[in-house]
Nanobody, 122 residues
Framework: QVQLVESGGGLVQAGGSLRLSCAAS????????MGWFRQAPGKEREFVAV????????YYADSVKGRFTISRDNAKNTVYLQMNDLKPEDTAVYHC???????????????WGKGTLVTVSS
């Protein structure tokens, strides 16, 4: 059974930082691209960042480029999202996802976590 469990969300003031984690089980983690997506209230889910199975390549949405960093630790089956200089428009439920494809929009994800809420106050 595949499980992706996110943690690290919370309430932060604008300009602050948070680090999200996603622990994976039930998959051969090193074979999967891992992505982060977010869904704000009343909006569709959107791509945030993706990292290749080896960790050597990453892509970001334009809205987070330069502020967010995706990384992974294959020994711990965990992917991270370091979020700096947070803005109120970053408020959303953040989901991690796993897939065997790797592209610049995080397409082809097969497994999804339930998400962790990030709230950024102004």
């Amino acid at each position: 059974q595949v499980q992706l469990v996110e943690s690290g969300g919370g309430l932060v003031q604008a300009g602050g930082s948070l680090r999200l984690s996603c622990a994976a089980s039930g998959i051969t983690f090193g074979n999967y691209a891992m992505g982060w997506f977010r869904q704000a209230p009343g909006k569709e889910r959107e791509f945030v960042a993706v990292i290749k199975w080896s960790g050597g390549s990453t892509y970001y949405a334009d809205s987070v480029k330069g502020r967010f960093t995706i990384s992974r630790d294959n020994a711990k089956n965990t992917v991270y999202l370091q979020m700096n200089d947070l803005k109120p428009e970053d408020t959303a439920v953040y989901h991690c996802a796993a897939g065997l494809q790797f592209d610049n929009r995080g397409g082809g994800m097969s497994y999804w976590g339930k998400g962790t809420l990030v709230t950024v106050s102004s």
